[in-house]
């Protein structure tokens, strides 16, 4: 049972500062780290609630991703290792901005809105990432587990994926695999070295890598993970944290925003390269040419790669099952023609954020889901699964090889949450099977040369839109403006949106040139204004 006297008496050491307002966005609360310490007190207090009323093990993530090192944030997660409920994502926000006086009663309220047994049993597992506030807020979040009588796992240092699949592990009893770190590294270690096996390159020519780690958990977590595959895969690390700072001048995020190499990694033409973010749940890959040139391979490409092998495998075992391909309004024109009309895969589109990606990606035999920014993974349901594991045994030769594969391939993306490790693994393991270079890779389509602005307003909320994010509904002519701009130029599209992690608008514009995304999005920035 919950001790309400001293949860109250326990918060005021954890006291909010008066006056803050913080809302559960696309990634759970993320600012400044100092005005975090109530928000992580009061998640340990929500997630034990969270527990009891699904009778499950809930997670704790404390990170901000690709935020600057100086921020944080915290994001729980639901069973299944999936983002919290939405209904919940609002209890989150009310317990979050309660007056100290009235924490109490906000409890008691959620307990009575969501139906919560009070008297059930509460697990909660907990990670962070290696930001230096981080161990102390995860502290924050165990103060508030305990005062509310329910028990916990700390995992220390973990990625944001890693956290999720511990999360499933441990309500799916073990049948996902082991809720341990060395679990996690055996379960995909195992999966990429059976797939890489048939690979036709297996020198360590085809298969080397370099990693630009954001500074972040991604190195301390991949260099663990090194002595699983001893010779299958070489991979250098750089960005590791000893010497810069997470996220600066580095990283996923970075590399994607900007267009541009990542500071601290040694290029080489032709040369192998992806960047983590700070939490290691995004990866983008790129390259120079022999021309000196950059080249950007984003989650949409990744998605077409993953896409295309997929469907090779089934064509090849003979089994219809229904691919989707899941995206957001971010995802460059040019990959959404790719995948609709050269490979003829049905493709979606949803709003910015994970969980709606996620989701959609589940009404699928095989959803594939990736946001531009180099988030996402592939979810198989539990017919497909269970299908390819009977053709496994049962089909011979080349189909059964190819129904191997896909066994293992599904092994080794992470069902709960898009991984940045793993995702990584299946494109090494593609890239061999078949040969591919990173530029034949790259040169499946030509990205449509884009932009993206962030424009600072007053209200940012008065932006709403529709169509996944693609039209604006308000403020009214807005969306007149933005057509009749981009009717200006050739193979154009624009949109614009409030962020869920910032106080700003982001503008996204693609033309036919990059002197014309520039000045689209530059003309649209100005119509919000
Ligand atoms: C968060 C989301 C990411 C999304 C981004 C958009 C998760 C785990 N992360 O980082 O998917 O692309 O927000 O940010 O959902 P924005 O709303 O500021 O553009
Ligand atoms: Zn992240």
Redesign the pocket.
Known sequence: DMDLDAITKHSALHAKPSGLILQYG??GFRIKAEHLDHVMFRMGLLAVLRSKQTKSTIGVMVTA?HNPEEDNGVKLVDPLGEMLAPSWEEHATCLANAEEQDVQRVLLDISEKAAVDLQQDAFVVIGRDTRPSSEKLSQSVIDGITVSGGQFHDYGLLTTPQLHYMVYCRNTQGQYGKATTEGYYQKLSKAFVELTKQAFCSGDECLSLKVDCANGIGALKLREMKNYFSEGLSIQLFNVGTTGKLNHLCGADFVKSHQKPPQGIEMKPNERCCSFDGDA?RIVYYYYDADGHFHLIDGDKIATLISSFLKELLLEIGESLNIGVVQTAYANGSSTRYLEEVMKVPVYCTK????HLHHKAQEFDIGIYF?A?G?GTVLFSKTAEMKIKQLAEELEDKKRKAAKMLENIIDLFNQAAGDAISDMLVIEAILALKGLTIQQWDALYTDLPNRQLKVKVADRQVISTTDAERKAVTPPGLQEAIDDLVKKYKLSRAFVRP????DIV?VYAEADSQESADSLAQEVSWAVF
Request: hydrophobic share 10%; no cysteine; glycine share 12%.
């Open positions: 696309t990634a991703s749940d910015t954020g994970v969980k946001e920014n988030h962020s869920g992690t910032e982001r």
